[in-house]
């Protein structure tokens, strides 16, 4: 059994808590990403398991053995950087082969050592550059001898620290698949760290959220996209991120409605909130349509149009923040500081507590999603 699980753990530097009573149980042989802006704790956490941090309180479990005190190199796990780390005055093949004689205890006899090395080699597309040094390689290259180094050890975590930072956008894009499809290869456990949301939503089986040190939500990709459970979820998952408004809940002729002081629009609310409950909405661009002139909805005024060839994201000034709707290549588009009309999908629009930023149960319910 390869399953991580935190069990309340803490980790803190001095006065400074950078994990907070985290609990979390990442499930052997899943796909786990740790996801959320720089300074969360994500990294943190991940240097926990690997056995580069102490862990303050709580249990630290990989497998069935709690490995709190266990030093790093006797947890049998491996770990990939942001840096390559590689050797430079080393060929591929001794980069990759390194972990398999560096410790005495488990060092392997030579034939077994090559028949891994060919092996990780073969599976992220390494024979033809063996004997070349990393001077030599790209950068995405470069990325695939620090992994193959990984896959030798034959770990039973993969612990992964922002790996495509340094790789330009056609590389991440190509080095992502790649990623996903060693996953299914090696079957094992990989618990990646990203601030990175596209990397988590695309490669992910699970994303945990973090923000200030505590896990904010942890579901399959779409769920979380789908179903928000606090409005730091709701405006950190998407590009662009929600629109969010304060209103009131109230009840009229025609059903619920949030109230705003720019309009108001209608929500399918299931939440049995009172009347004048205080709430911050939150709506996709995608759930946003335009009307050119006044009328139900939030008045605003056309800022700018950005066009993206297959869409074009509408920026529109409501009140004192900029809210952005998406429209279709064949939608009609309002000119620069049009007067606008921003109208809400009301199965689509997410309610949240205005004071806690809790989800109130049952808005926008949509229906469950794939993984990826």
Same mark, same amino acid.
């Given at each position: 059994?390869?399953?991580?699980?935190?069990? =309340?753990?803490?980790?803190?530097?001095?006065?400074?808590?950078?994990?907070?009573?985290?609990?979390?149980?990442?499930?052997?042989?899943?796909?786990?990403?740790?996801?959320?802006?720089?300074?969360?704790?994500?990294?943190?956490?991940?240097?926990?398991?690997?056995?580069?941090?102490?862990?303050?309180?709580?249990?630290?479990? +990989?497998?069935?053995?709690?490995?709190?005190?266990?030093?790093?190199?006797?947890?049998?796990?491996?770990?990939?950087?942001?840096?390559?780390?590689?050797?430079?005055?080393?060929?591929?093949?001794?980069?990759? =082969?390194?972990?398999?004689?560096?410790?005495?205890?488990?060092?392997?006899?030579?034939? =077994?050592?090559?028949?891994?090395?060919?092996?990780?080699?073969?599976?992220?597309?390494?024979? =033809?550059?063996?004997?070349?040094?990393?001077?030599?390689?790209?950068?995405?290259?470069?990325?695939?001898?620090?992994?193959?180094?990984?896959?030798?050890?034959?770990?039973?975590?993969?612990?992964?620290?922002?790996?495509?930072?340094?790789?330009?956008?056609?590389?991440?894009?190509?080095?992502?698949?790649?990623?996903?499809?060693?996953?299914?290869?090696?079957?094992?456990?990989?618990?990646?760290?990203?601030?990175?949301?596209?990397?988590?939503?695309?490669?992910?089986?699970?994303?945990?959220?973090?923000?200030?040190?505590?896990?904010?939500?942890?579901?399959?990709?779409?769920?979380?996209?789908?179903?928000?459970?606090?409005?730091?979820?709701?405006?950190? +998952?998407?590009?662009?991120?929600?629109?969010?408004?304060?209103?009131?809940?109230?009840?009229?002729?025609?059903?619920?409605?949030?109230?705003?002081?720019?309009?108001?629009?209608?929500?399918?609310?299931?939440?049995?909130?009172?009347?004048?409950?205080?709430?911050?909405?939150?709506?996709?661009?995608?759930?946003?349509?335009?009307?050119?002139?006044?009328?139900?909805?939030?008045?605003?005024?056309?800022?700018?149009?950005?066009?993206?060839?297959?869409?074009?994201?509408?920026?529109?000034?409501?009140?004192?923040?900029?809210?952005?709707?998406?429209?279709?290549?064949?939608?009609?588009?309002?000119? +620069?500081?049009?007067?606008?009309?921003?109208?809400?999908?009301?199965?689509?629009?997410?309610?949240?507590?205005?004071?806690?930023?809790?989800?109130?149960?049952?808005?926008?319910?949509?229906?469950?999603?794939?993984?990826?």
């Amino acid at each position: 059994m390869s399953a991580v699980t935190f069990d =309340e753990v803490t980790k803190a530097f001095g006065e400074t808590v950078a994990v907070e009573n985290m609990s979390l149980e990442v499930i052997d042989g899943e796909f786990m990403v740790l996801l959320g802006p720089s300074g969360c704790g994500k990294s943190t956490a991940l240097r926990m398991i690997a056995g580069l941090e102490e862990v303050t309180s709580g249990m630290l479990s +990989i497998g069935n053995q709690v490995v709190n005190d266990i030093p790093p190199r006797e947890r049998d796990i491996a770990m990939v950087f942001q840096s390559y780390a590689l050797y430079p005055h080393m060929t591929v093949r001794k980069n990759i =082969e390194s972990p398999l004689v560096a410790n005495k205890r488990t060092r392997l006899a030579p034939a =077994e050592r090559e028949q891994r090395v060919h092996e990780a080699a073969e599976i992220l597309g390494l024979t =033809e550059y063996m004997d070349r040094k990393p001077g030599e390689l790209s950068g995405g290259q470069r990325q695939r001898v620090a992994l193959a180094r990984a896959i030798v050890r034959r770990p039973q975590v993969f612990l992964m620290d922002e790996p495509l930072s340094n790789l330009d956008a056609k590389l991440r894009t190509q080095t992502r698949l790649e990623l996903v499809e060693l996953h299914r290869r090696l079957g094992t456990t990989f618990v990646y760290v990203t601030h990175d949301q596209v990397e988590a939503m695309t490669m992910a089986d699970r994303i945990a959220i973090i923000s200030d040190g505590r896990v904010q939500q942890v579901g399959r990709p779409q769920e979380v996209y789908d179903r928000p459970e606090n409005l730091f979820v709701a405006q950190f +998952i998407g590009s662009p991120p929600m629109n969010t408004i304060s209103g009131t809940l109230t009840t009229g002729s025609s059903g619920r409605t949030v109230q705003t002081a720019v309009g108001s629009f209608a929500v399918s609310d299931g939440t049995g909130a009172p009347d004048g409950t205080p709430v911050v909405a939150a709506v996709r661009p995608e759930h946003m349509a335009v009307a050119t002139t006044d009328g139900a909805g939030l008045s605003g005024t056309v800022e700018n149009i950005e066009m993206l060839g297959h869409e074009r994201h509408l920026l529109a000034r409501v009140d004192d923040r900029v809210m952005v709707a998406r429209l279709g290549p064949e939608d009609p588009s309002p000119a +620069i500081h049009d007067r606008v009309a921003l109208t809400v999908d009301p199965d689509r629009a997410h309610l949240f507590d205005a004071a806690t930023t809790r989800r109130l149960d049952d808005s926008a319910v949509a229906a469950p999603g794939n993984a990826r």
